[in-house]
């Protein structure tokens, strides 16, 4: 098999890498009737992410994207929506609750090892691991968000994933203004299938209220979903806060949604590019089975090589002045977390080198390395995706050796996340206990 290159700007973001070179690290382009300015400076970043989260966010376009699987969730929040969610999504994801949801996800990776082990049993001598990883995750998450409706929560999911391809495939065939609105074979199906989506959700929230408030319990429970409703709960009964009950079951079934939109192929695809990594490189693999926690340091570098969000994009609702710069309202701005990662000005001679050494030393500066954003607006569940990758990986490696099949061929591609076209197989061996 050819060496893998990491080297990978030119091949996913030709036009950047092109124009770079001709205008520097500032620039605007045209994206159709949009203006959009790319931003790669590493202070200026910083400062938008951190100073200006309410001044620029999510677009109408994006949102317009995206509304049939998340709804009005907190990825597409803006303003005030914006703010209201973020503090009832927040203390959903700190220590005391992480520790709970650990629980769930060591349970599913057991259950998914098994089934690696008895593919090897079966003589499966190559196994496309994206595919285990992807299932994996949304195990996890399904588990985590619904607890005791699990396999609801799984059937939930599945439909959101059917939404998304009929969403995806629908778009390419609509192409005159309002025809979205048109009963075509697309909009019907997404219709019904929404309908579904809806449909399951509210069961199992009607189920957990009923069960918490005509008296069996005296929690909505410890799961995502549990965590959420007593969020709302208690700050129902704070001062000033007024939400209609159907609002509230809306907003709840849109964070649902959202979490399994950003958290579930997300970290699956950190998990998929870090075991392609620790197969090409075994020294790291037996470095990382001595020392566990070494691992955090390779989590960071497939995240610096292989970021699944590849770009932050932000729309201005305002003019705002930025460093040097004067951002006029309605200007877009897209960060290209990729290049920033693969930028030779920013990390040295070796930047296209899988090398985690360079997360020893800590601190690097934020805006070089964002893999979950920066600032008030970053991912909220990074420490989820963090824990959940460590457990997954920890167990894999104390359990398996496994090295890059012959035939895999390093093709990553961007469609919305950073992932391997022709996924990544592997060839594993049982380690004995
Ligand atoms: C490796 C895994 C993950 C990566 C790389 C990742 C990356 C990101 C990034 C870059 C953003 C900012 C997007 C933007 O503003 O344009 C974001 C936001 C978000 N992520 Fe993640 N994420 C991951 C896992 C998760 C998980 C596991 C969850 C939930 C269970 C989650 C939930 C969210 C939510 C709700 C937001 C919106 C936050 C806000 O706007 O306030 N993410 N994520």
Redesign the pocket.
């Known amino acids: 098999m050819d060496s893998i290159s990491h080297d990978i700007v030119g091949r996913l973001l030709p036009h950047f890498l092109t124009w770079s070179q001709d205008y520097g690290k500032r620039f605007i382009y045209w994206n159709g009737i949009e203006p959009r300015m790319c931003l790669t400076e590493t202070h200026l970043i910083k400062e938008l992410l951190s100073k200006y989260s309410t001044k620029a966010g999510k677009s109408w376009l994006q949102q317009r994207g995206s509304k049939h699987f998340i709804g009005r969730g ?2 597409m929040a803006n303003g005030y929506d ?1 703010h209201h969610q ?1 503090h009832i ?1 927040a203390p959903a994801f700190t220590g005391d609750k992480l520790k709970v949801y650990a629980g769930y996800m060591v349970d599913c990776t057991r259950q998914m090892l098994q089934s690696l082990h008895d593919a090897v049993e079966l003589g499966q001598t190559e196994l496309e691991i994206g595919g285990y990883m992807s299932r994996l995750t949304a195990d996890i ?1 399904s588990r985590t968000e619904f607890d005791c409706s699990y396999e609801k929560g799984q059937q939930i999911f599945h439909l959101l994933t059917v939404l998304q391809r009929l969403c995806a495939q629908s778009s390419r065939h609509l192409c005159f203004p309002g025809s979205r609105f048109f009963p075509t074979k697309y909009n019907r199906e997404i219709k019904s299938v929404k309908t579904e989506v809806e449909r399951l959700l509210m069961e199992i929230l009607q189920r957990r209220k009923d069960c918490a408030e005509i008296g069996r319990g005296s929690s909505y429970g410890n799961d995502l979903l549990g965590v959420l409703l007593n969020e709302m709960r208690r700050k129902k009964s704070g001062n000033g806060f007024v939400i209609s009950l159907r609002n509230m079951m809306q907003l709840i079934m849109d964070e649902c949604r ?2 399994f939109f ?2 579930h192929e ?2 699956a695809l ?1 998990l998929t590019w870090t075991v392609m990594l620790l197969a090409t490189n075994p020294k790291w693999q037996d470095k990382v089975r001595e020392e566990v926690t070494e691992l955090n340091m390779v989590i960071n570098e497939s ?1 610096r090589l292989y ?3 590849s770009v ?2 932000r729309m201005a609702f305002e003019d705002f002045k930025l460093g040097d710069l004067h951002i006029p309202k309605g200007l877009s701005i897209w960060i290209p977390v990729l290049a920033i990662h693969h930028s030779e000005e920013l990390w040295g001679k070796d930047v296209n080198e899988f090398n985690p050494n360079r997360f020893a030393s800590k601190p690097f500066s934020s805006g070089r390395f964002i ?3 920066a600032g008030p ?6 420490s ?2 963090m824990m ?2 460590k457990i997954i990986l920890a167990m894999l490696i104390t359990q398996f050796k496994f090295a890059i099949s012959e035939n895999y061929r390093h093709a990553p591609i961007i469609v919305l996340t950073v992932k391997p076209k022709f996924g990544v197989q592997i060839r594993l061996t049982p380690l004995s206990s």
């Not at 607006?377 to 990074?382: E, F, I, K, P, T």
């Open positions: 907190l990825l914006w973020r999504v998450i959202t979490f950003a958290g997300t970290t950190l995240l970021p699944p969000a932050l994009p893999p979950f954003a607006r970053n991912c909220v569940g990074q989820f995706a959940e990758a």
